[in-house]
């Protein structure tokens, strides 16, 4: 999949996402240079945007342009054609008043061929996720609730008041990771080979229930189908917290590659 030919990538936010791809290229993936847009908006709403009477239908470029300006001038001279690859990534955001896990399914069956209509990766439950770490052993079984007043069971919810008091991810990722990774701005090799190890194994975990490195690639709507079986239709929604960038490090180099650069000695 290593190409000189162009890749575009489509963020949903600006500032966190654009950092950790700018800093996951520097020190893990080899300097890249993809094109790099914002939908600047939740993963529903880009839904809204190219669902039409039913069906999908869209032109991602052209949809980008016609979101910001700052996309109408970054892809000024380009076209659908101009990009081999293109990825999404997206937070779950369950939380969202638009919020439908049918949506999210529908979207995975869809955006999953990077040369087609683009490739979508998810974080769960947000982009904070890669950063929301201790230790391997604690980050295995870290899970967070996912619905807030979103909850289908929170009328017959005891604790419903508090669970909608609790702090945003944000803050709970604040308190909860290690403090050297709180500047996504400082991460060194050692560290991104630090945190894609225990992403990895932890998807793995949840799809094939052993916690170590993947030998075969895990799709989208596999992870989703299983966070969907395990954490989610339960009568207190939670994810398995989860990035979507290691995820997309495992399908750009391929099993073999990704467990040789992770195991690489920091020269």
């Excluded at 910001?68 to 970054?74: G, K, L, S, V």
């Excluded at 989860?242 to 073999?256: E, H, K, M, Q, R």
């Amino acid at each position: 999949m290593m190409s000189k030919e162009k890749t575009l990538f489509i963020f949903e936010g600006a500032k966190t996402e654009g950092k950790l791809v700018e800093k996951l290229e520097c020190n893990f993936l080899g300097d890249k240079h993809a094109i790099k847009c914002v939908f600047d908006a939740e993963i529903y709403q880009l839904y809204r945007a190219i669902k039409d009477e039913g069906n999908f239908s869209v032109d991602i470029v052209s949809l980008l342009k016609e979101r910001t300006t700052e996309n109408a001038e970054i892809l000024k001279d380009y076209h659908r054609d101009s990009f081999a690859y293109i990825y999404l990534f997206f937070d779950y955001d369950a939380h969202s008043s638009l919020a439908d896990d049918k949506k999210i399914k529908e979207m995975l069956s869809f955006f999953n061929d990077e040369t087609g209509e683009g490739m979508l990766y998810i974080s769960y439950p947000m982009v904070e996720a890669i950063r929301h770490y201790k230790d391997k052993e604690s980050f295995k079984v870290l899970t967070v609730k996912c619905k807030r007043s979103n909850c289908p069971y929170k009328d017959k919810c005891l604790d419903k008041d508090d669970c909608v008091k609790e702090p945003h991810y944000k803050h709970i990722v604040a308190a909860g990771c290690k403090p050297q990774l709180s500047n996504v701005n400082s991460y060194t090799k050692q560290v991104w080979q630090e945190l894609i190890t225990a992403h990895l194994c932890k998807a793995n975990y949840l799809v094939n229930d052993t916690f170590v490195l993947p030998t075969s690639l895990m799709s989208q709507e596999d992870i989703f189908s299983k966070q969907l079986e395990k954490y989610i239709d339960h009568k207190c929604p939670r994810v398995a917290v989860l990035s979507a960038f290691p995820l997309y490090v495992l399908d750009y180099f391929g099993c073999n590659r990704t467990i040789e650069k992770l195991n690489q000695e920091i020269v």
